[in-house]
């Protein structure tokens, strides 16, 4: 299966953005989304896993959804700042494949 | 505090040998999974395969099968990434990264969030 991401989005600060991955075969519910962030220059660090849950540290300016009826999630990242300007990838699995990521999103905050 | 430190950047030459290791250290290295994740120049994240280093059991990627090498050295809480022949299309960034869970049996995969990654390796394969 395939996560597809927008390629890019771009957002005034102070306001929201939505991220979108779509999956492209099987359940979006069924196994657990997660999701990267990685700044310029930097190791991936992660944002949101397991669908909705916040690592110690990420700021509850970050959220994560699963909309079964698109068969996609979504990270949602409100009060935007300008060291949120970075690439963010979606994460899953299926039985058959054990981490599958999509094409990363560039988040432009202009 | 937990931590995975990479070996330093690399330039070498198409039909090189290579290894590249990730210095595990905060917690017990044999009791978790080292998964070692590609970024091409300008693209995204491609998961090639893991190694738990209490046995030694490895599961590739298909597309890293037979192009890459996984292991690990208990003693020094290394893993380790190895390509016996590099071309040019092996430029890119390498990470290790810890998952939080990974099962597998008789083709059947699940797994959990990589929550650490070392701070990578770029390997330049040129002539």
């Known amino acids: 299966f395939m996560l597809t991401q927008p390629h890019s989005v771009s957002e005034s600060p102070g306001k929201t953005v939505i991220i979108s991955c779509t999956r492209s075969?099987?359940?979006?519910?069924?196994?657990?989304v997660q999701w990267y962030q990685q700044r310029p220059g930097s190791s991936p660090t992660t944002v949101i896993y397991?669908?909705?849950?916040?690592p110690s540290g990420v700021p509850d300016r970050f959220s994560g959804s699963i909309d079964s009826s698109s068969n996609s999630a979504s990270l949602t990242i409100s009060g935007l700042k300008t060291e949120d300007e970075a690439d963010y990838y979606c994460q899953s699995y299926d039985s058959s494949s054990p981490w599958v990521f999509g094409g990363g999103t560039k988040l432009t905050v202009l | 505090e937990v931590l995975l430190v990479q070996s330093g950047a690399e330039v070498k030459k198409p039909g090189e040998s290579l290894k590249i290791s990730c210095k595990a250290s905060?917690?017990?290295?044999?009791?978790?999974?080292i998964g070692w994740v590609r970024q091409m120049p300008g693209k995204g994240l491609e998961w090639m395969g893991v190694i738990y280093p209490g046995d030694s059991d490895t599961t590739y990627s298909p597309s890293f099968q037979g192009q890459v090498t996984i292991s690990a050295d208990k003693s020094i809480s290394t893993a380790y990434l190895q390509w016996s022949s590099l071309r040019a299309s092996d430029t890119a960034m390498y990470y290790c990264a810890r998952p939080t869970s990974f099962y597998h049996s008789g083709g059947f995969y699940s797994s959990g969030v990589f929550d650490i990654w070392g701070q990578g390796t770029m390997v330049t394969v040129s002539s």
């Open positions: 905060g917690y017990k290295f044999n009791n978790y999974w």
């Open positions: 397991d669908d909705n849950q916040r």
């Open positions: 075969s099987g359940s979006i519910a069924t196994n657990h």
